[in-house]
């Protein structure tokens, strides 16, 4: 009988992150089709992909410039509330790509979006895809045109899957291609940018209070800003905090450009780890920040959930907000058992991996892309509880948690709402994030 | 402006209807994408994937795969998902990467074949043109392929083709099987066997443009005739008052004939048949449409005097000024919406 192929974490560990089976690469073997993988084949389909991520910006439209299968599954997306009336296509044919002629239709088909619209749009970006990646498009040229024409603000965006691996992947770029819109202002010390999330963290997430007692009055992120004008004031940030790596280069580039510096924190599951976190934060801005309370309410909630489930069996999947190898860290840190990690090592969360070895050696990591996972079959190892949208796909049988909203968790308040909404899960109750 | 969209998401494209054909037969199917288009496909196109496991694989091309050609890489990935997976055989569908580069198909197949002793066909898709291309071209490549054997003629057997969800608005085939005894619809509960024995079908029947060329092919090669019909196109207009009323019909060509034959003879003054898919000139009357640009759809409506327009809700939109009667009849590879109602 045919399995699907999975390493333990040990095995993985004395491998090293150089030497990973071709199983666990991606760019070594065709890349499985399943629910599972949608994040990974259509970053667009759900949470935020390079097209939603580009509508960020209050008012803003976006023309796909590409061949209708491009642009096909976008009414998904037109169908959520606040992006209806938000897309529109320009579509490509074989002669458009022999011949370029697409790229001189693309300013007079702005013009008549903007010219449709009861509004003047903020901005209107234009995405392209792998065929314009092929070309070699210089789309900032074009840009620039069909600005001088629309008398809008027009900006590129890249859904170049095919650079999916490359340095600049499309969600880094097209973080860049937003924050580039920002031009200089006068510092404020005051006002300070969450950058990396296209969502906002919780309402209650603890680094709010933080930032205030430290003398913040502005806290800006994108998805908060009302309107364009507000977006522009984030040009006034004394420094920004990278929340998410994809947003590092955006920052690099601010940083250069409008003096702004950045200060980079991780989003954790481990509460030692996030105490640590802002102990490290509060040395840098010269200060220190009183945790105690938010620690304990995280573990108050922890201890609620355990209280539950006791010594669970867990499967964590990456199709969720945090890092399937961290989060799988830390719950065998605090006494929970972990049998499956669905997840993509990398340079940087392989640090996670080695500890996990060191906690747990024998979970079994899975890759969601490899082509045996055709076989994998649930009933062969069974757990309580599946966290992340492909676990839990995975895993009908268990207590499901997909933990993939677009409100990102974070700090102690996101491992708070964790084990709170797991404990929700565990009594068969909704759950509200 | 030609190409503009502004209320319409493009229709499914080429690679979709070719997916959607070879979805069922127990093959592995390799897009030959970078991974979006797979998550198009898979992910909005095809409605049986999220309940039905299938060897669907995108080839997971990144840049210097295709400026620098590297199809060995494709065939070694597939030889080695061929090792893992028991397929019947192998499928190639193009999308704009490979159109762009302008990939060898034929070559990749002998690629293919040669190194995984798996029979492969390629479908030269571009996700350019619509699903009823690449179905059809799917068709073609199978039966092509694979329906090789004279065999027996079984009496009352009936080969159902052109039946995929973005043509019959459902997930499996058992109403078609339900209204037409001895129903055998390729693609739709049926795998390669059905295939390979399409020779024994006393006829065949073609639900959708998409099946026609296939049904041609099986013609010349075995004398097996056909019809062109959509039998349950009757039902999706039940209750409908249109006597002495003119109506526009906007489907796929056969369903949309279907339609007509059924509103005229329940009194309709005049029927209309639009369509934005292939329009098969054995299949047009006099007056019919080909539509391409949302404002041939507007100045369609805007200028035919209809009393009653039938087609998927989605296009409403464009006509919203439209003061008759909307009858809705889904097509999922406009909306990609099932209506479940075939």
């Known amino acids: 009988m045919r399995e699907a192929r999975s390493f333990t974490a040990a095995e993985l560990a004395e491998r090293g992150v150089d030497n990973l089976p071709d199983e666990l690469v991606s760019n070594r073997h065709l890349i499985y089709s399943s629910p599972a993988t949608l994040a990974f084949n259509s970053p667009g389909a759900e949470g935020f992909g390079v097209k939603r991520a580009g509508l960020a910006i209050p008012g803003s439209v976006m023309l796909v410039v590409a061949p209708g299968c491009c642009g096909r599954n976008t009414s998904l997306i037109s169908d959520l509330p606040g992006y209806r009336d938000r897309f529109f296509y320009l579509t490509m044919d074989e002669t458009d790509i022999v011949t370029g002629r697409h790229l001189r239709k693309i300013p007079q088909a702005v013009e008549e979006v903007v010219a449709c619209l009861s509004t003047s749009p903020s901005v209107v970006m234009i995405c392209i895809t792998c065929v314009d990646a092929l070309l070699g498009t210089d789309m900032e040229r074009v840009c620039r045109k069909a600005q001088e024409r629309a008398g809008v603000p027009v900006r590129p965006c890249y859904m170049y899957a095919l650079t999916r691996e490359g340095r600049r992947p499309p969600m880094v770029h097209v973080r860049q291609s937003l924050y580039a819109l920002l031009q200089p202002l006068p510092k404020r010390p005051t006002s300070v940018n969450l950058m990396g999330f296209f969502a906002p963290l919780v309402d209650d997430c603890e680094l709010y209070r933080y930032l205030a007692a430290l003398g913040v009055r502005r806290v800006r992120e994108v998805s908060r800003c009302e309107d364009y004008d507000e977006f522009l004031q984030m040009a006034e940030a004394n420094f920004n905090l990278v929340l998410h790596p994809e947003a590092r280069f955006a920052a690099a580039d601010l940083q250069e450009r409008l003096r702004i510096p950045s200060i980079e924190l991780t989003r954790l599951y481990q509460i030692d780890r996030i105490h640590s976190q802002y102990q490290a934060l509060g040395q840098v801005l010269g200060t220190t920040f009183d945790d105690a309370d938010d620690m304990a309410a995280a573990r108050e909630a922890l201890e609620g959930f355990r209280s539950r489930a006791g010594r669970a069996s867990f499967a964590i999947g990456e199709c969720m907000n945090g890092d399937a190898f961290e989060l799988a860290l830390a719950l065998v840190r605090e006494g929970f058992v972990v049998r499956e990690v669905f997840g993509t090592l990398g340079g940087e969360n392989f640090v996670f991996l080695r500890r996990l070895a060191q906690h747990s050696p024998d979970t079994r990591v899975y890759s969601n892309m490899e082509p045996t996972m055709i076989h994998y079959d649930a009933a062969s190892s069974p757990v309580d509880v599946a966290v992340g949208k492909d676990a839990a796909w995975y895993h009908p049988e268990a207590v499901r948690l997909h933990w993939n909203v677009d409100v990102q968790p974070y700090g102690y308040a996101g491992v708070r709402r964790l084990y709170e909404a797991l404990a929700d899960a565990w009594d068969g109750r909704e759950v509200a994030l | ?342």
């Open chain 2, 1 to 342: 402006m030609r190409g503009l969209r502004k209320y319409l998401t493009p229709f499914a494209p080429d690679q979709s209807g070719a997916v959607a054909v070879l979805y069922e037969l127990g093959g592995i199917v390799v897009i030959c994408d970078a991974g979006g288009c797979t998550g198009n496909i898979c992910g909005f196109d095809e409605p049986r994937w999220h309940t039905t496991r299938s060897a669907v694989f995108s080839a997971g091309l990144r840049d210097m795969d295709a400026i620098l050609g590297r199809d060995d890489r494709l065939v070694d990935e597939l030889v080695d998902a061929a090792s893992k997976i028991d397929a019947r055989f192998a499928a190639i569908v193009g999308t704009p990467v490979p159109s762009v580069i302008g990939t060898d198909y034929r070559a990749l197949r002998r690629m293919c074949e040669r190194r995984c002793d798996l029979p492969t066909i390629t479908v030269d898709t571009t996700g350019m043109e619509l699903y009823d291309v690449g179905a059809s071209k799917a068709y073609l490549a199978l039966f092509d392929r694979f329906a090789t054997e004279a065999m027996p003629v079984v009496p009352g057997r009936v080969g159902v083709l052109g039946a995929s969800p973005l043509d019959v608005d459902a997930t499996d085939a058992a109403k078609l099987v339900a209204v037409v005894p001895g129903a055998v619809c390729y693609g739709m509960g049926q795998g390669l066997e059905a295939v390979a024995e399409a020779s024994s079908a006393e006829r065949n029947l073609v639900v959708s443009p998409s099946g026609l060329a296939a049904a041609r092919l099986l013609r010349d090669r075995f004398g097996t005739p056909y019809v062109v019909d959509d039998p349950l196109a009757g039902d999706l207009v039940q209750g409908v008052d249109v006597a002495g009323r003119r109506v526009l019909v906007v489907h796929q060509q056969v369903r949309g004939a279907s339609i007509r034959r059924e509103l005229l003879a329940r009194g309709a003054a005049a029927v209309t048949c639009a369509t934005w898919f292939m329009q098969d000139a054995e299949l047009t009357e006099p007056g019919d449409v080909r539509l391409s640009e949302e404002d041939d759809f507007a100045e369609l409506v805007a200028e035919g005097g209809f009393d009653v327009l039938v087609g998927d809700p989605t296009l409403w939109r464009i006509v919203g000024g439209f003061d008759g009667t909307t009858v809705d009849v889904p097509q999922f590879a406009i909306s990609g919406k099932l209506g479940e109602r075939a």
